[in-house]
């Protein structure tokens, strides 16, 4: 017996992306709060609070809270549960455009100062 697969269009995943943005937005906002530090440190750290919610919840679950919230889920291309290594390679993309973000912020910074 085969599964019935159904796949998330584009408005699921926009509106589960929007939670997860909201999400991360408290997180990081609190963080920047509470953290002492200039704006690099603060920069570097929502990078990384970014792509580790993101890896983690993929790797652990399949789903961010966002994808939990629309009730979609991360699956392979044969349907099984994604590992870490599979996450990380899926979002080595965002991680080069935080980067590039990042070192932008910080010539920015340097310009400025």
Known sequence: MSETVQ??????????????????TVVVVSARMLLPGGYLLSEAFEVAVGLTYTIVLHSLYGKTLGKRAI?????????????????????SVD???????????????????
């Open 7 to 24: 796949y998330a269009g584009f408005w699921k995943r926009f509106v589960a992306g929007v939670v997860d943005a909201l999400i991360l």
């Open 71 to 91: 009730g979609i889920q991360l699956r392979t291309v044969d349907l099984r549960p994604v590992t870490a290594k599979e996450a990380l390679a899926r979002s």
């Open 95 to 113: 991680m080069l455009i935080a980067v590039a973000g990042f070192v932008g912020s910080m010539i920015a910074v340097v310009r400025a100062g």
